[in-house]
């Protein structure tokens, strides 16, 4: 497998799990090791493109889900509330495991998907073997949320307040394609990716349910957005930061352009056997996709923790 060939995977598979038909691709021995691959925004599940063939040729059974929100996975109800809070988007891939019959697995992922595997691995710690997370402890709440940051890291985070609006709203559905080529240029600005490259991901961003789902997750992170009663117990469980005690491996690249914590600052909260790892090279934030072979070893090494 060469870095930088632009695989695709093969045909993709749906499963009923919670609330969610979930489309995801699933490679590798069926009775491997199981490894869950969740992706962030705005991206998609090629982010492990690459990643899922080194895996499988290693013996680990892969499963790359679509998020809520993405690409084939839809709501098996129009009543369902178009929710994006931090916990029912771990709570999702909970219930992707249970439907796949996976009691435990690896979890890895960044962004978004870095935010769920750290959820999973502290609430749930009995199904995650090990994890690796891009950005490291990325757990918050909205009392977190609430806090004013220093005026440069406020501007980092400029479309979660575009978001906050109608306007936002409205601008990231008319261009939610435009939008997000621009947020990869900028959280990566040393990635030469192409526009086949892009546009394989953004075919993942005309999921009738996308624009609500992205909207909800940044409002409710300013407690602009409500989120649903049943998750409660779990949020107030986040907001006091717990540790995460399962095996670890935090990654960043050196050329990281979006807001993101500083490895320093989130060490102590990982107390089981622990490594950071810098990559460096012009590694920005879609780091799986950028570095695939580095995220692979990082999951490989984890699992032998």
């Keep these: ?44 599940i090629h982010s492990f493109a690459e990643v899922t063939p080194l895996l499988a040729a290693g013996g680990y059974r892969v499963i790359v889900p679509y998020l809520r929100g993405y690409g084939t996975t839809r709501f098996l109800s129009d009543g369902t509330p178009r929710n994006g809070q931090q916990a029912v988007l771990a709570a999702d891939a909970i219930a992707l495991m249970d439907a796949l019959g996976i009691g435990t697995a690896i979890l890895a992922g960044f962004d978004w998907g870095a935010r769920s595997a750290g959820v999973i691995a502290a609430l749930w710690p009995d199904r995650c073997k090990a994890l690796v997370s891009v950005s490291g402890y990325l757990i918050g709440s909205q009392a977190a949320g609430a806090a004013p940051l220093p005026p440069q890291a406020e501007h980092a985070w400029w479309y979660q307040y575009y978001f906050a609006t109608e306007r936002g709203r409205a601008g990231y559905s008319k261009y939610r394609r435009e939008f997000s080529k621009f947020i990869w240029r900028l959280a ?118």
């Design 1 to 44: 497998m060469t870095p930088g060939t632009n695989p695709s995977f093969g045909a993709l598979q749906q499963v009923d799990a919670g609330v969610l038909n979930v489309g995801y691709a699933d490679a590798g021995p069926p009775d491997g090791p199981a490894v869950v691959l969740l992706h962030g925004w705005p991206y998609d």
């Design 188 to 305: 990566s600005p040393q990635w030469a990716f192409d526009d086949a490259t892009f546009n394989r991901s953004a075919a993942a961003f005309d999921n009738e349910d996308h624009v609500a789902i992205v909207i909800h997750n940044y409002r409710w992170r300013l407690a602009l957005a409500e989120g649903e009663p049943r998750y409660d117990d779990l949020e107030a469980r986040l907001a006091r930061s717990p540790a995460i005690a399962v095996p670890a491996i935090t990654l960043e690249g050196d050329a990281n352009g979006a807001a993101h914590p500083d490895p320093a600052g989130y060490a102590g909260k990982f107390t089981g056997k622990y490594a950071h790892r810098t990559l460096t090279g012009g590694v920005g934030h879609n780091l799986p996709q950028e570095a695939p072979r580095a995220f692979a070893q990082a999951i490989a090494d984890a699992d032998c923790f």
